[in-house]
């Protein structure tokens, strides 16, 4: 009989220091929503350039990235407008003039995030910063603007394959950021996207064809983030003479020892393999092309 009281009890205590575990766990979670994270270091603008952010509760936190990958805008064939056109923008923002928000989008693999990614390289010198925000992170931008509105640095907010489904609210605080908000937009920050979709929402046949009474507000509204971007660049599928003029650019920066027959020949083996002719497979293609000539050298 002891025995089972005391089988009893033990079981009793371990039930309530779960439930109280859970407690515990509730109020972290709370706490977390209402107690503000602490203002970032005023040197870490300062020691790096490239960030991302994470979101904690209603706020968040700067983790700088210690390896930013930094491409060179020279290498980048067949988009010199878009580059021509995002390069000038960002030039103006981080002189202090005006400057426009900017949508890149188009087809995959068409070099949209390489840009943004290059023009960090390009102006982290005169003092750029760019900050990486995931889709779902966008509910905290006040949090963001709050902090690096009185920072003395020049910021992109880089939103990579932004898209959004139906009934996500996310985007009405992006579009407060961009223009419509009742605190002034930050002349120190500026937001940069990339995109698959022009207009970033899904659109339905069946909104145009009736339902509504007035079908036309409900694609007003879906168009109307589109048209906050100031400046929208767009990237379209490369033929195949691109194609081959961007696989040639990679084998001479990589000093490859291939004949220019035969590096034409591979390449349009492998966009026939991936299915497509993007800048992203030529590059993959280049990759797997010089992996193959260093172990036939090295098996000599």
């Known amino acids: ?30 706490l977390d929503r209402t107690v503000p994270p602490p203002a970032p270091d005023c040197g870490l603008f300062d020691r790096h350039i490239a960030f991302r952010w994470r979101r904690i509760g209603d706020g968040g936190a700067f983790e700088p990235v210690e390896h930013p990958h930094l491409p060179d805008l020279g290498d980048l064939v067949g988009i010199d407008i878009a580059v021509e056109d995002l390069v000038r923008n960002t030039e103006q923002f981080v002189a202090g003039f005006s400057a426009n928000n900017v949508l ?16 960090l390289r390009r102006f982290a ?8 925000v995931q889709r779902d992170d966008l509910l905290t931008l006040p949090a963001i603007i709050a902090v690096l509105r009185t920072v003395p640095r020049r910021f992109i907010l880089f939103c990579d394959d932004l898209s959004f489904g ?71 599928p490369f033929n195949q003479e691109t194609f081959l003029a961007i696989v040639e650019r990679y084998a001479e ?26 800048g992203r497979a030529a590059r993959q293609f280049i990759d797997d092309l010089a992996g193959r000539l260093r172990v036939a050298t090295q098996e000599e």
């Open 125 to 132: 010198g005169r003092g750029l910063r760019l900050v990486e």
């Open 166 to 236: 139906e009934g996500e609210g996310a985007y009405r605080e992006l579009k407060v950021l961009l223009e419509g908000g009742i605190e002034a937009r930050p002349e120190n920050i500026l937001f940069y996207a990339t995109s698959n979709r022009r207009h970033l929402m899904p659109e339905r046949m069946e909104e145009n064809l009736g339902g509504e009474i007035h079908p036309e507000e409900a694609v007003s509204e879906k168009l109307s983030l589109a048209d906050r971007f100031g400046l929208n660049l767009s990237f379209y």
């Open 253 to 278: 920066k990589f000093s490859l020892p291939v004949v220019r027959e035969q590096l034409h020949r591979e390449a349009l083996q492998w966009a026939l393999y991936k299915g497509n002719r993007s």
């Open 1 to 30: 009989m002891g025995d089972d009281r005391g089988t009893t009890a033990a079981g009793r205590w371990e039930s309530i220091a779960e439930r109280l575990e859970q407690i515990l766990a509730r109020v972290d979670r709370v």
């Open 104 to 119: 890149l989008w188009g087809e995959r693999g068409t070099g949209k995030s390489t840009c943004v990614k290059g023009v």
